[in-house]
């Protein structure tokens, strides 16, 4: 069953602006990443941070990651609409021989 | 860089027929899986391969055969289609099982089956 559970379900913001998503999972776990998917492409790994860690830099992408509440998030600053695809957290179970476990996506669009 | 190339990007079956998706990445990883992807439901696990010579149940394995043909290929057979198993199926690869080393995955651009 999916581990992962992204908010919102879409998000629609404008060029320029932050974009915020927010990622729940219910099992302890190694580590956590996030993909992104262009649409009719395959996912692409954009960052991965472990348990240990609280925060992660790449770029515009900044995500944090809350292993007490079981949570993280992906903040893209400064968006471009080239930013638009669907987003993915994926959880590494910390029992383990683990794969990664996706959750259901966050749709960003960035209009011009 | 090729990385994950699957085929074929599309297919469409009528019900009962069988199928093989293949797959092949050039990175020289050990790990490779099968996903399919479907509206609102994120990526699930098919089976996976950990190593050459192994291979694994994932979450949603039943109506699926697979094969490890060597460190570079492996295929999905699909024995007797049925219309719920009409998805997009994604092949990816990794150095290892992404626990403990934290391995990140790659993944081919999709293969788009419709059962009829």
């Known amino acids: 069953s999916q581990q992962g559970e992204e908010d919102p379900q879409a998000l629609s913001i404008q060029e320029g602006e932050n974009a915020t998503m927010n990622c729940s999972y219910k099992t302890s776990i190694n580590n956590l990443q996030w993909y992104r998917q262009n649409s009719g492409r395959g996912l692409v790994h954009l960052i991965l941070?472990?348990?240990?860690?609280r925060e992660k830099h790449s770029g515009r992408l900044r995500v944090t990651l809350d292993t007490s509440k079981k949570s993280s998030s992906l903040l893209i600053t400064a968006s471009r609409a080239a930013d638009t695809a669907s987003y993915f957290c994926a959880t590494v179970e910390n029992s383990g021989y683990s794969t990664l476990t996706f959750g259901k996506g966050t749709m960003l669009l960035v209009s011009p | 860089n090729a990385g994950v190339t699957q085929t074929p990007k599309f297919q469409v079956l009528k019900t009962g027929q069988s199928m093989t998706l293949q797959c092949a990445q050039d990175m020289n990883h050990n790990s490779m899986y099968w996903y399919r992807q479907d509206p609102g439901m994120g990526l699930r696990l098919i089976y996976y391969s950990a190593s050459e010579g192994t291979t694994d149940k994932g979450e949603v394995p039943n109506g699926y055969n697979v094969s490890r043909l060597n460190k570079r290929e492996f295929s999905l057979r699909l024995e007797s289609a049925a219309p719920s198993q009409t998805s997009v199926y994604f092949c990816a690869s990794s150095e290892a099982v992404p626990s403990g080393a934290g391995n990140t995955i790659y993944f081919g651009e999709g293969s788009w089956l419709t059962v009829v």
């Open positions: 941070i472990r348990s240990n860690e």
